[in-house]
């Protein structure tokens, strides 16, 4: 199976900051990678996938790139509705397993 | 509206069984990979399974595999999660979510990539393991 591995675990920010969370793959998985956010209490939510393409209805301070094994997701300048969960997943092959989630919270 | 409920959950004994089941409605459920993904409280977010728009194929986290089984009902617009041999650690929020084919990528070769992700989820329903 491949293992997915999000850092920092958790970050502090400012409304307004620039912010930017890793995400590693176990093996090469292309591009095959999304990202989700999840608000506490809620469904997670799909930001983007292929790596970097903006789900539809997405804001577009937030951007993904890298391939192969090794990701990140880049939010230009935070909201308050950003202070949440981020999570990568993996689509390259079943299972298709998430990160462990990073907790962004405000400063 | 695009919606997928759950039902189902609720406290169940170390040993046991429980049968969750998620009704879809709002899109063409026949066309869609369907999933299961829990959360632990406090925790974060694990896949669980999926099942192919016929029901051919199906796959499984290594920590359910044997005791939980997904199937589908496209007449009835459904998708159950039978688990059985449930332990302490299966206590979580259970989402039921649609896996769409949400876009695709033309490879310089004459083909395409496709990509596959959670778009649709529902509200969760609670599974609770405890004696």
């Known amino acids: 199976d491949i293992q997915m591995t999000q850092s920092p675990s958790s970050l502090s920010a400012f409304v307004g900051d620039r912010v930017t969370i890793a995400c590693r793959a176990s093996q090469s998985i292309t591009n095959y990678l999304n990202w989700y956010r999840q608000k506490p209490g809620k469904a997670p939510q799909l930001l983007i996938y292929g790596a970097s393409t903006l789900q539809s209805g997405v804001p577009s301070r937030f951007s993904g790139s890298g391939s192969g094994t090794d990701f990140t997701l880049t939010i230009s300048s935070l909201q308050p509705e950003d202070f949440a969960t981020y999570y990568c997943q993996q689509s390259h092959s079943a299972p298709r397993t998430f990160g462990q989630g990073t907790n962004l919270e405000i400063k | 509206e695009v919606q997928l409920v759950e039902s189902g959950g609720g406290l169940v004994q170390p040993g046991g069984s429980l049968r969750l089941s998620c009704v879809a409605s709002g899109f063409t459920f026949s066309n869609s990979w369907m999933s299961w993904v829990r959360q632990a409280p406090g925790r974060g977010l694990e896949w669980v399974a999926n099942?192919?728009?016929?029901?051919?194929?199906?796959y499984y986290a290594d920590s359910v595999k044997g005791r939980f089984t997904i199937s589908r009902e496209n007449a009835k617009m459904s998708v159950h999660l039978q688990m059985t041999s449930l332990r302490a650690e299966d206590t979580a929020v259970y989402f039921c979510?649609?896996?769409?084919?949400?876009?695709?990528?033309?490879?310089?070769?004459?083909?395409?990539?496709?990509?596959?992700?959670?778009?649709?989820w529902g509200q969760g329903t609670t599974v609770t393991v405890s004696s």
């Open positions: 979510a649609r896996e769409e084919e949400v876009g695709r990528q033309w490879l310089s070769y004459g083909t395409y990539r496709y990509f596959y992700a959670v778009d649709v």
């Open positions: 099942i192919k728009q016929d029901g051919s194929e199906e």
